[in-house]
C-alpha cells in the first residue's frame, strides 16, 4: 500500500561508538536514547528524503559511503542529492568505461547494433500509446534465438500546449497552508510564472526572526491532469526544495536538485481537489505546514540560503508513451533515455511498475554490468514471468531516444556455480572500493561477543544460528519460490571452510571491524548493484561496533532488543543474518525498499525501519515467540534514492544465482 511521502524515509539519528571487545552490564530492552540534537524541521526534512548534510559541489564526489549501498548509522550526515548528482555526473564515463572492461563475449554482445523503432503515435498528439493497454508493441525483441536484444526508441512527447502568462508573488506571509497565496491554476488559468524570493518574509535570516522563509502557493486541478511545477534560480545563492502538500498536510512529491540549484516535481492527479505547494531553502524546509515560524533557524547543521527564484507552475494533459517488449524469465533489462523526458520506467506483466527512475544511478553498477547507463534517467528489471512487459517516458517535452536492452543472467550455463564465503576472521581489505581511505585490518566477530554478553565459548553456536539464517534467507526461501528451478548458491563460513576468496564466482562478506578501523561511516555496505549478478566476485562489509553497542545507544544496536527473557543467540543470529542478507542482496541486484510500508523486506533501509529488519516482535523484545521472519520479496523502493514502484527483491536475486 502506498503512503504519504510524510511519513517515509526516516532518518537513522545518531548512533554511538563503543570499542570492540568492551564489555557492558547484561542489556534490558529500552528506547533509543539519542536523537542527533536535531531540530524538528531537520527530522521533517529527513523524513520527506531530503537531506540537511553540507552539500558538495553540484556534481563532485559527496563525503562519506554511498547510501544507496550503505546502512549508514547517521542519515543527517547523508548529502544524498549530491550523491545522486554525482553519480549522474559520473555515469556516461563509468558506463563508457563498463563497456571497455567487459569480456570479450560480453562486449561483443554489449556492442551489438540497435535495431531502431520509431513511435507511431502522430507527431503533436498524445494518447495513442499512453497506457500499457495500448502501449506500441516491439516484435521481434527478445534474449532467444533469432531475436534482437538491443533497441533505440525514437519518439517525441507532444503535451497539451498551457499558456504560463506572469503573475504577481503573493504578499508575505505566505508561509504556511493557511497563508498560501492563490495562484488561480485550475480557477482562472492552467499555468503562470511567478517570481518571488525566498528571505524577504517574517522569518527570513536578513529581514526577519531567522526561523526561515518558505512560500507556499495554492493550485487546482481535476483528476487526470499533471501538475508540473518547476523553480529556477537563475542569480544568487538559493538552493531550493519543493513539496507539494495536501490540504491536510499529507506530503505527495518532494524535489530536490532536479538540476543543479533548481528543483521540479511532475505529479499526476488522481483525485481532484486543491494542493499546496511549499518553495523552501535546502536545509530550511518547515517542521510543519500549518505553521509558517516552524523552521529550523540557524541552529540547522547547513544553513539555508535565500535569494530570488522563479516558479512556473502548469496544469494540463501530459504525454507517456509506452512500448511494449516480450520477455522470459531471467531477462535482465535495462533502458537509458535521452533528450527531453526526466522519467523512465517499466512495468511488468500486471502490469504494474517495477522500477520508475528519474536518475541515472547507473555508476552503481560494477565494471562487469553490460546495463546501459549516461542517460536522464536509467531503469533495470529482472523478468520473472514470461509475457509482455512495458518500457515508458514522460515528464518532458519533445524528442527523445531511448536505449533497451536484455541480458540472460551472467552465470547461467557456466561453472562453478556461485559461492557466498561469510568471514567471521578477521581481515585485511582495501576499503577504498567503499570510500574508506585502503588497507585496514578489521577485527574478528569473537571481538565483539563480549558487547553482546556473550564468551568464546558461545562463538561457534552463535556463527551457525548466523550462517543458518543467510541460508534459510538466501538459499531456502529462494527454492522454495520455485521461480527458477536451476536457482544455485554455496554458503560458506571461516568456521567450518577453507576460505575460497579468489575462486571464480566467489563474493564474500566480512563480519567484523569497526567503523573506526574501516575508515567507512556505515554499518554495513556493499560494493555494487548488480541486476543480474554479472560481477560474481565481490565484497561486502557488516561492522558490528554500532551493532554491539549498549542498550538504549541507538535502534541499531542489537542490545537494545534484548532482555533476561531473550533467546540471546536465537535472536543475534536471526538479526545478524538479516543484515548479512541485505548486503548480499545488494551485490546480487537489489535496491533499497521503503522501511515504513506495510511489508518487511530484507532491502529495507535503515533508520527507524531497523527493529523490523532484525526481526523484532510486537512485544520490542529480540529473542521471543512473536519474532518475525524478514524475507525477500515485494515492497515498495525507497523513496528517497528517487525510485518508485514495487520492487522484486526476491525476483532479482533467484535470477541472479542461476545455473
Known amino acids: 500500500m502506498r503512503r504519504s511521502i510524510a511519513t517515509i524515509s526516516a532518518a537513522v539519528l545518531g548512533l554511538a561508538l563503543i570499542a570492540p571487545g568492551a564489555a557492558h552490564a547484561a542489556p534490558t530492552a529500552g528506547t533509543p536514547t539519542r536523537d542527533g540534537g536535531l531540530s524538528p524541521a531537520d527530522k521533517a526534512s529527513l523524513a520527506a528524503g531530503v537531506g540537511v548534510a553540507p552539500k558538495a559541489p553540484y556534481g563532485t564526489k559527496p563525503k562519506g559511503p554511498n547510501p544507496f549501498l550503505a546502512d549508514v548509522p547517521d542519515a543527517s550526515k547523508v548529502d544524498y542529492a549530491g550523491w545522486a548528482n554525482y553519480m549522474k555526473a559520473q555515469s556516461a564515463a563509468r558506463s563508457a568505461a563498463r563497456l571497455k572492461a567487459l569480456s570479450s563475449s560480453s562486449k561483443a554482445a554489449a556492442a551489438t547494433p540497435a535495431v531502431v523503432v520509431d513511435e507511431d503515435e502522430i507527431d503533436g498528439t498524445y494518447g495513442g500509446n499512453d497506457t500499457p493497454a495500448n502501449a506500441q508493441r516491439v516484435t521481434g525483441f527478445g534474449t532467444g534465438s533469432g531475436q534482437y536484444s ?179 524469465p531471467g531477462d535482465v533489462l535495462g533502458a537509458s533515455v535521452k533528450g527531453s523526458p526526466s522519467y523512465l520506467t517499466v512495468y511488468d506483466t500486471a502490469p504494474r511498475e517495477v522500477h520508475g527512475s528519474e536518475q541515472d544511478a547507473s555508476f552503481i553498477y560494477p565494471m562487469a554490468s553490460p546495463l546501459p547507463g549516461g542517460g536522464n534517467a536509467v531503469t533495470d528489471y529482472v523478468a520473472t514471468k514470461a509475457g509482455w512487459h512495458y518500457v515508458a517516458v514522460e515528464a518532458g517535452s519533445g524528442a527523445y531516444d531511448i536505449t533497451v536492452e536484455a541480458y540472460r543472467p551472467a552465470l547461467q550455463g557456466r561453472t562453478p556455480n556461485q559461492t557466498l564465503f561469510l568471514d567471521f576472521d578477521g581481515e585485511r581489505v ?62 560458506k563460513n571461516s568456521k567450518d571452510d577453507a576460505d575460497p576468496w579468489g575462486n571464480a564466482n566467489t563474493s564474500r562478506i566480512i563480519v567484523g571491524g569497526t567503523i573506526d578501523e574501516s575508515g567507512v561511516d556505515t554499518i554495513g555496505i556493499a560494493q555494487s548493484i548488480d541486476p543480474g549478478n554479472f560481477e560474481t566476485s565481490e565484497t561486502a562489509l557488516v561492522l558490528l561496533d554500532v551493532l554491539s553497542a549498549p542498550a538504549g545507544d541507538s535502534e541499531a544496536s542489537l542490545n537494545t532488543y534484548l532482555t533476561s527473557s531473550s533467546d540471546r543467540i536465537k535472536f543475534l543470529g536471526q538479526a545478524l543474518s538479516n543484515v548479512i542478507s541485505h548486503e548480499a542482496g545488494h551485490f546480487f541486484g537489489n535496491f533499497h525498499t521503503d522501511n515504513q510500508d506495510t511489508q518487511a523486506n530484507l532491502m529495507d533501509a535503515g533508520g527507524t525501519g531497523f527493529a523490523t529488519l532484525f526481526g523484532v516482535g510486537p512485544d520490542g523484545i529480540g529473542g521471543t515467540a512473536d519474532d518475525a521472519d524478514v524475507d525477500f520479496g515485494d515492497s515498495q523502493f525507497l ?19 542461476t545455473s
Open 430 to 491: 582495501n576499503t577504498g572500493i567503499f570510500g574508506g581511505s585502503g588497507q585496514r585490518d578489521l577485527s574478528p566477530f569473537a571481538a565483539f561477543l563480549a558487547n553482546w554478553g556473550l564468551t568464546r565459548a558461545d562463538e561457534d553456536a552463535l556463527i551457525d544460528a548466523v550462517t543458518a539464517g543467510v541460508t534459510e534467507n538466501l538459499k531456502k526461501d529462494l527454492v522454495a519460490s520455485g521461480l527458477n528451478t536451476k536457482f544455485k548458491l554455496k554458503i
Open 150 to 328: 538491443k533497441i533505440r526508441v525514437l519518439g517525441s512527447l507532444d503535451n497539451e500546449a498551457v499558456s504560463t502568462p506572469s503573475v504577481p508573488a503573493p504578499a508575505e506571509d505566505n508561509g504556511s497552508i493557511p497563508l498560501a497565496g492563490d495562484t488561480g491554476i485550475g480557477d482562472i488559468r492552467n499555468g503562470a510564472v511567478i517570481n518571488a524570493q525566498i528571505g524577504d518574509g517574517p522569518h527570513g535570516h536578513t529581514t526577519g526572526d531567522g526561523s526561515n522563509d518558505f512560500d507556499f502557493y495554492k493550485i487546482s486541478a481535476v483528476a487526470g491532469k499533471v501538475l508540473k511545477l518547476t523553480t529556477a534560480t537563475p542569480t544568487g545563492p538559493l538552493d531550493t526544495v519543493l513539496e507539494l502538500f495536501a490540504p491536510d498536510g499529507t506530503l505527495l512529491a518532494v524535489n530536490d536538485d532536479f538540476t543543479g540549484l533548481d528543483s521540479q516535481i511532475t505529479y499526476k492527479v488522481t483525485a481532484g481537489g486543491d494542493f499546496y505547494l511549499a518553495v523552501a531553502a535546502y536545509s530550511g524546509l518547515p517542521a510543519d505546514p500549518f505553521d509558517s515560524g516552524s523552521g529550523g533557524g540557524i541552529g540547522d547543521p547547513t544553513p539555508p540560503t535565500e535569494g530570488p527564484y522563479t516558479l512556473i507552475l502548469t496544469s494540463g494533459g501530459v504525454d507517456q508513451d509506452f512500448f511494449a517488449v516480450k520477455l522470459r
Open 639 to 657: 523513496p528517497s534514492e528517487g525510485f518508485t514502484g514495487t520492487e522484486d527483491t526476491l525476483g532479482r536475486v533467484v535470477w541472479g544465482l
